[in-house]
């Protein structure tokens, strides 16, 4: 019996992950911030945007064609905590070079708080660790959308800690 313990605590256990990329003629490419939205909201539940916050990530390949998204974290009605390590795991997992970051303000409201422009400076530069670009961070509502890069909201230099 005592050999069999020895024997159990000797096994490594293998960790499996497992990714599928869609056929590449089929994965849509993001040009604009009006793409990334037409893209996201074809993938929700468009139902909840005004119920709770969501935040979500789209992965990019060189060629800004999309791999896939993943529903990062949900909240409630007035936040959401978003999980970092989960961004980056599934980001390297499926070998992206370009991050797009989107949540929801279920209030309605598009104006970025101080919090959604810390998180997004702090994503983009761990992005760049990895040899990886945000291209965006949206917030999107029922109606409508803001796009960072389109209303120049990132940082000019990713050198600098945004924390």
């Known amino acids: 019996m005592e050999k069999e313990i020895i024997r159990e605590e000797n096994k490594m256990h293998e960790i499996l992950v497992s990714y599928s990329r869609p056929v590449y003629d089929h994965m849509p490419k993001v040009n604009c911030s009006q793409d990334v939205d037409k893209i996201i909201r074809k993938a929700i539940n468009g139902l909840s945007l005004d119920y709770q916050e969501y935040f979500w990530c789209l992965y990019l390949n060189n060629a800004n064609k999309v791999l896939g998204y993943c529903e990062i974290s949900s909240g409630d009605s007035t936040g959401t905590i978003v999980n970092i390590p ?3 795991a599934v980001a390297v997992n499926v070998s992206a070079k370009g991050l797009i970051i989107i949540h929801n303000h279920p209030s309605g409201n598009l104006k970025a708080s ?9 994503i983009k530069f761990l992005a760049s660790l990895f040899s990886m670009t945000l291209l965006d961070s949206l917030i999107i509502t029922s109606e409508s959308y803001l796009s960072f890069s389109d209303e120049a909201m ?3 230099s990713s050198n600098t800690l945004p924390f």
């Open 114 to 122: 101080e919090k959604d422009k810390v998180i997004s400076e702090r």
């Open 86 to 88: 989960k961004i980056f």
């Open 154 to 156: 990132f940082l000019e």
